[in-house]
């Protein structure tokens, strides 16, 4: 019964360069949410996708980040031309329904450096 | 503009003692509240939660309060075990996203 799988662990890219975070959830589970946490700092909301559809996109930066969560496979969350300040844990969640009704589930995360 | 808040970012605790962290929101359309237990390098594991209908839930050793005038939340950790220290973070809910709080990394001394 795998959790969340989030993969890699770490993300190392230079300025400029693309990252690209996979997340896989809980099996049956149709809701995926993208956080990041910055140094020192809490977890930060990012965006909230069911199959096929972003449903809340309000935390994302609107340039340069992008996140789907296709039929098939995993949600993918997508950095153009990363940044210093992108470096961050980046973490995954998914729900079998919305919350308030059940807790989400997280993935250990991705953490990308940019150097 | 940050809608859900634990001042303390820090809190060491005697082993054996009891462990009380807090959380206070503004929005009170948020009826739905969870606390998430965070260690080094992994993912935050859920710990316990509580609906805007109740004021207190309970599960072993963690309580959750919530007093709804008063915008409050908090968790009771007793007694403190070394293994619980961890960074916990308050999340609330009431839309279709959790919203955290910053967190408060808690320490038992043994």
């Known amino acids: 019964n795998a959790g969340v799988m989030q993969n890699p662990r770490h993300l190392v890219r230079r300025r400029g360069q693309e990252a690209r975070l996979r997340c896989s959830p809980v099996k049956g589970h149709s809701h995926v949410y993208w956080y990041r946490q910055l140094p020192e700092e809490g977890l930060k909301f990012m965006v909230y996708?069911?199959?096929?559809?972003?449903?809340?996109e309000s935390g994302m930066p609107k340039e340069r980040f992008s996140a789907e969560f296709p039929k098939e496979g995993p949600s993918i969350l997508r950095i153009q031309q990363v940044v210093r300040g992108d470096s961050a844990a980046y973490f995954c969640?998914?729900?079998?329904?919305?919350?308030?009704?059940?807790?989400?589930?997280f993935g250990q995360g991705t953490r990308l450096t940019v150097v | 503009d940050q809608q859900v808040k634990q001042n303390s970012p820090s809190l060491s605790v005697q082993e054996g003692r009891i462990s009380i962290l807090n959380c206070d929101y503004t929005n009170s359309m948020f009826d739905y509240f969870l606390w998430y237990k965070k260690y080094p390098a992994e993912g935050p594991t859920f710990l316990i939660s509580?609906?805007?209908?109740?004021d207190k839930n309970e599960d072993g050793r963690f309580t959750v309060f919530l007093n709804k005038s008063a915008k409050h939340l908090s968790l009771h950790i007793v007694p403190s075990q070394p293994g619980d220290s961890a960074v916990y973070f308050c999340?609330?809910?009431?839309?279709?996203?959790?919203?955290f709080g910053t967190g408060t990394r808690l320490t038992i001394i043994p």
């Open positions: 999340a609330v809910g009431g839309n279709e996203k959790l919203t």
């Open positions: 509580i609906s805007s209908i109740k």
């Open positions: 996708l069911q199959k096929e559809n972003i449903i809340d």
């Open positions: 969640a998914s729900s079998p329904i919305i919350p308030p009704n059940t807790e989400a589930f």
